[in-house]
Each structure stands twice: as structure tokens, then as C-alpha cells.
């Protein structure tokens, strides 16, 4: 998939599990789940042609799984979640199978973005 320029600067749903964000990214992914959801249900105009947009079309059950497990991971470290997504609306393939980078490189990201990122998965490929 090729990217514009600046693509990593707005929209963002990882494909890293959600325990390896830090309680910034984590909360920002929640946010632009909604987001996503939000335009591709309502067919919104803003960033309907975005890439990260593009990538969900056609996933909607992948994004609401996604959605719950980073509520769940929210809930888990003391964050409450009030803004469940309508499962009768999520359709499509459960699975994301089109990944923005590949899983190394966005670890990578995520460890030179934020030192909570980088310490959580770091400790995550000690334990494997």
C-alpha cells in the first residue's frame, strides 16, 4: 500500500496488541476507532478517502474487535469506557489482514515515539 506523506502524523489504528500501547496511544486508537467508525457508518466526507480509512472499508467487525480490546485494556488499567460501538452494525471481515507496516517496524514506532511504548515491548519479547 503506498502512503502520502505525513500519513503516520494523523489517523492510526495499530495492529500491535493493545497492552503493548502506552495509556497515550492506547487512548488516541480508542478515539480514532470512533472516528473511523463514525465516517465509514455515516459515510462522512473528512478523511473518507484517507488510507487508514480505505484500510477499514469492508472490516467494520475487525474495527469493533478492536474497539472492545482496547476498552478492555482501557477498563484493565483503571479507565472507564462509556462509548461502545453498535455491534449489529459491525459487518464485514472480522480480521484485519492488511497491515500499514509490518508488526517490527511498527513496534519500532511505537518505542521511538514513547518510552512506555518501548519499555512494554520490550518486556513482551523478554516473556517469548
Given at each position: 500500500m503506498?502512503?502520502?506523506a505525513g500519513y503516520n502524523l494523523f489517523m492510526r489504528?495499530?495492529?500491535v496488541p493493545p497492552e503493548l500501547l502506552c495509556d497515550r496511544h492506547l487512548l488516541g486508537e480508542h478515539n480514532e476507532a470512533?472516528?473511523?467508525w463514525s465516517i465509514?457508518?455515516?459515510g462522512l466526507k473528512g478523511f473518507s478517502n484517507h488510507p487508514e480509512t480505505a484500510r477499514w472499508r469492508g472490516k467494520l467487525r475487525a474495527l469493533y474487535l478492536r474497539h472492545e480490546a482496547d476498552a478492555s485494556?482501557?477498563?484493565r488499567r483503571g479507565f472507564r469506557?462509556?462509548?461502545p460501538l453498535d455491534e449489529a452494525l459491525a459487518t464485514g471481515k472480522a480480521v484485519q489482514d492488511e497491515l500499514k507496516d509490518p508488526i517490527e517496524a511498527q513496534e519500532r514506532l511505537l518505542?521511538?515515539?514513547d518510552q512506555d511504548c518501548a519499555e512494554k515491548?520490550?518486556?513482551s519479547k523478554r516473556r517469548t
Amino acid at each position: 500500500m503506498s502512503v502520502p506523506a505525513g500519513y503516520n502524523l494523523f489517523m492510526r489504528i495499530w495492529d500491535v496488541p493493545p497492552e503493548l500501547l502506552c495509556d497515550r496511544h492506547l487512548l488516541g486508537e480508542h478515539n480514532e476507532a470512533h472516528a473511523l467508525w463514525s465516517i465509514i457508518i455515516n459515510g462522512l466526507k473528512g478523511f473518507s478517502n484517507h488510507p487508514e480509512t480505505a484500510r477499514w472499508r469492508g472490516k467494520l467487525r475487525a474495527l469493533y474487535l478492536r474497539h472492545e480490546a482496547d476498552a478492555s485494556e482501557m477498563e484493565r488499567r483503571g479507565f472507564r469506557h462509556r462509548s461502545p460501538l453498535d455491534e449489529a452494525l459491525a459487518t464485514g471481515k472480522a480480521v484485519q489482514d492488511e497491515l500499514k507496516d509490518p508488526i517490527e517496524a511498527q513496534e519500532r514506532l511505537l518505542s521511538e515515539r514513547d518510552q512506555d511504548c518501548a519499555e512494554k515491548i520490550l518486556r513482551s519479547k523478554r516473556r517469548t
